[in-house]
């Protein structure tokens, strides 16, 4: 559904604070968990603007709470830069999406969490802005709303069994030119319907052995020489899945290059061959 949306924006280096901020905020099924339970937290985005990339940070009680695992199964995000626990505690989230969204209850991530002491536990997001999908990138800050759980033994304990053993699924990958700086970049389209894309590497070949595997944005800008790729993707259970791309183009050049080099040192070898002779 279209909106057509006026906001006045105050601009503060860089930072909008728009009359529609997006709303970011957490949400659990039950807000009161019995000891060593399983329990999910959501993290949810509200936006009357186009959004399509987030930054994210959140707290939570160390001493009640362990992170088990994340899930960005479902979610609008395309890509996590990050998604993990950065130090006990302290969970950050920072990603995007080729598309914007606008509406309510777009789904970022969902976190699964262990409780470990009774108590009241606090899910704070400390920080949250998103960036809008307009052309401009402008960030906007969010409001946030937190939650407030209470960990008691006599509440029964629940335990989330996670079942993901299908690895992701890539189903494209392309080399494109960036029509800005005439470079060539690596894009792909990854999924994995279970828990989640967690993180995408590759490694190049430029000649004939593999370089060293590197973490990858989406898109990201391809070297210059290679004619090789190998780019692998892992899901929030630990499943990979790898594909192999080769730029034929290249390649060839390559193959030109080394028989023109090899041809060379031929004609060279024969003509000191021909002198010794003398």
């Not at 057509?4 to 905020?25: C, Q």
């Not at 019995?34 to 987030?54: C, K, Q």
Request: hydrophobic letters at 40%; zero cysteines.
């Amino acid at each position: 559904m279209n909106k057509l949306i006026t906001t006045s924006l105050i601009f503060l280096g860089g930072v909008a604070l728009a009359s529609g901020n997006p709303v970011f905020y957490l949400e659990t099924e039950n807000l009161k968990i019995g000891s060593n339970s399983d329990f999910i937290v959501s993290v949810l985005v509200n936006s009357d603007n186009s959004v399509n990339a987030y930054d994210i940070i959140i707290n939570y009680p160390k001493d009640l709470l362990n992170l088990v695992a994340v899930n960005s199964s479902n979610s609008i995000v395309d890509f996590f830069k990050y998604s993990e626990e950065t130090k006990p505690g302290v969970i950050k989230i920072v990603g995007g999406s080729i598309q914007g969204f606008e509406g309510e209850a777009g789904n970022i991530i969902k976190l699964n969490f262990k409780s470990k002491a009774e108590g009241e536990a606090e899910i704070s997001l400390e920080s949250a802005s998103a960036y809008l999908y307009d052309g401009t990138g402008m960030q906007v800050v969010g409001d946030t709303k937190s939650i407030k759980l209470v960990i008691d033994k006599k509440t029964p304990s629940t335990e989330i069994v996670i079942k993901d053993k299908i690895p992701p699924v890539i189903d494209e990958v392309s080399i494109v030119k960036d029509p800005v700086q005439q470079e060539s970049l690596l894009v792909f389209n990854a999924t994995d319907e279970d828990s989640g894309v967690k993180s995408a590497t590759v490694r190049y070949r430029e000649w004939l052995g593999w370089g060293d595997r590197i973490p990858i944005s989406n898109p990201s800008q391809l070297a210059s020489g290679v004619w090789s790729l190998e780019l692998r993707v892992v899901d929030n259970n630990g499943n990979v899945t790898a594909q192999t791309v080769y730029l034929w183009g290249e390649l060839f050049r390559k193959l030109i290059y080394i028989s023109f080099v090899v041809f060379v040192l031929l004609f060279f070898l024969k003509k000191v061959q021909s002198f010794s002779r003398i």
